[in-house]
């Protein structure tokens, strides 16, 4: 079983930093890719950031502001945030791709909240 668990939501001022980290565990054979979701009220779940194989990939949204990087020896992604911007208020969740060893398959985190106010 693969877990996905997301830590470092919280409220900050808009201007401000955070950083969200992600760490995966369980029966991980190879991790293909992982990335950042968020979805806010009202919205789809949009795709943030990705990395995969060292390349990285961004929504136009927030390139200049959020890095993302990983690291492999810890099973571990982070996402760092900042210039926080009201409407980046939402639910990030941490996604992998990974496989077990029977193949590679979407594993989810549950969440957690970034809220940004003005």
């Known amino acids: 079983q693969v877990q996905l668990v997301e830590s470092g939501g919280g409220l900050v001022q808009a201007g401000g930093s955070l950083r969200l980290s992600c760490a995966v565990s369980?029966?991980?054979?190879?991790?293909?890719?992982m990335g950042w979701y968020r979805q806010a009220p009202g919205k789809q779940r949009e795709l943030v950031a990705a990395i995969t194989s060292g390349a990285t990939n961004y929504a136009d949204s927030v390139k200049g502001r959020f890095t993302i990087s990983g690291d492999n020896a810890k099973n571990t992604v982070s996402l760092q945030m900042n210039s926080l911007k009201p409407e980046d208020t939402a639910v990030y969740y941490c996604?992998?791709?990974?496989?077990?060893?029977?193949?590679?398959?979407?594993?989810w985190g549950r969440g957690t909240q970034v809220t940004v106010s003005s």
């Open positions: 996604n992998g791709q990974i496989s077990g060893g029977l193949g590679f398959r979407d594993y």
């Open positions: 369980g029966s991980i054979f190879s991790i293909n890719a």
